[in-house]
């Protein structure tokens, strides 16, 4: 064999392949030394690539962009071949294959021309707008997200084959003084339907050489478990241990639901920048904060209703809201002469009211129909109120009578959370 019939053969493989994958060396009947010999010339001119899976476990699918010519040449003097896999380079595949071959379909074209699976892409964020909005898909977005179809409508008639799309997995990204937007590996938009590729191609950043992938999804997505979690569940582990909190105590749960299996379509990161959408994610926390929270965990213990005469001498009963039943209650449960424990604890009556508040768009100041880039970082700071709101709630509890020896899980106790 010489060497332009194994890079042919390498070539034929890869582009035949149903993922393209690389040829395994233990495929071809040659003597390791002499296939040494055959590769050199290869790698020398750029068009052929030794992946040893020794930069990522699999070899058989070239995850990053190759390494220089001298390291390549360095590492097939001593690496052991046998279980490596060759490519054809970008320079090479930019000569056989046709774009036509790929029409419509510009993330598989990119594989197709040998560039790496983990290789990707950022978007703007206004792009899952149409899957979030659409009951068909499950969705979710926090520091890493999903989507795809939901069982019901999966390869209906009522469903066109060419919307029946699973994004297993796409990311947060991040630009210094900017936005947010999200990142999405080629392998994964290579599996997306001619339409949705054309979709998504149109809403890729210009400028993506500014963004960077969120630390948290990059750890994830390299197989490292994160040493942090984001802030929406942080908020949500916080609601499920003041729950817990509650039955080791002997009261009923202070919420109603902790979300940890339903989590909220609308609960992660604002997707356009606008007061309405700000006003919108604000409505779904207060529903999973004052809305959620149950009265009988008060006992009766505090006045639930107000009187009132009104002006033709007639008794008026109105009911009190929950955070106000709160506040009474942590003022008749919970006297403390530490002035930052109490400080805390008026913040966090402060931010549920703020919360509340915030439901309402024309109460922003931008704004009904505004956009503005602020607005995500103002969603942060209103999640951030969020978090150490309930990370309070749950604190003030373990000193409740009763709460001795619950155990925090470890990343809440240590506040090993992503604020941003």
């Not at 659409?134 to 084959?161: K, L, N």
């Not at 508040?357 to 999640?383: T, W």
Request: a negative charge; charged letters at 30%; proline letters at 5%.
């Amino acid at each position: 064999m010489t060497s332009e019939a194994l890079l042919a053969r390498a070539t034929d493989f890869y582009c035949a392949s149903d993922d393209f994958n690389g040829l395994p060396v233990h495929s071809l009947d040659i003597e390791l030394e002499t296939l040494r010999q055959l590769l050199r010339p290869l790698i020398e001119d750029g068009s052929l690539y030794v992946n040893y899976g020794d930069r990522h476990p699999n070899p058989h699918v070239l995850a990053f962009e190759p390494e220089s010519v001298d390291k390549q040449l360095d590492k097939l003097a001593v690496s052991d071949l046998r279980a490596a896999c060759l490519y054809p380079t970008v320079a090479h595949l930019e000569s056989v294959v046709d774009p036509q071959d790929y029409a419509g379909r510009p993330y598989t074209l990119e594989l197709a021309l040998g560039h790496p699976v983990l290789g990707f892409h950022f978007f703007d964020l206004s792009v899952l707008e149409s899957y979030r909005n659409d009951p068909r898909y499950y969705y979710e977005f926090d520091i890493d997200g999903i989507i795809g179809v939901h069982d019901e409508y999966y390869e209906r008639s009522t469903m066109a084959e060419r919307d029946q799309v699973l994004l297993q997995t796409f990311g947060l990204a991040m630009a210094k003084d900017r936005y947010w937007a999200i990142v999405v590996f080629r392998r994964y938009l290579a599996s997306l339907s001619p339409e949705h590729q054309q979709i998504w191609k149109a809403k890729e950043e210009d400028g993506s050489d500014e963004f960077t992938p969120h630390p948290a999804y990059w750890q994830m997505s390299m197989g490292e478990w994160p040493d942090k979690v984001s802030l929406f569940n942080a908020f949500l582990g916080e609601i499920e241990q003041i729950n817990a909190l509650c039955e080791q105590i002997g009261r009923p749960p202070l919420f109603n639901k902790s979300y940890k299996d339903e989590r909220p379509r609308d609960f992660g990161y604002l997707i356009r920048p606008t007061a309405r959408e700000l006003a919108n994610f604000a409505g779904v926390l207060d529903k999973m904060l004052s809305d959620n929270m149950s009265r009988k965990f008060f006992q009766n213990e505090v006045p639930y209703e107000d009187e009132a005469t009104d002006k033709k001498g007639r008794t008026v009963v109105t009911q009190r809201g929950t955070i106000r039943i709160l506040e009474e209650w942590i003022q008749e449960k919970f006297h403390t002469e530490d002035a930052d424990t109490r400080q805390l604890l008026e913040e966090a009556i402060k931010t549920l009211k703020a919360v509340r508040a915030m439901r309402n768009p024309n109460a922003h100041k931008i704004g009904l129909d505004a956009y503005d880039i602020g607005l995500f970082k103002e969603q942060i700071k209103l999640m951030r109120g969020a978090y150490r709101a309930v990370l309070t709630v749950r604190q003030m509890l373990q000193c409740y009578p009763g709460s001795e020896g619950h155990e925090v899980p470890e990343h809440l106790e240590l506040r090993q959370v992503w604020d941003f």
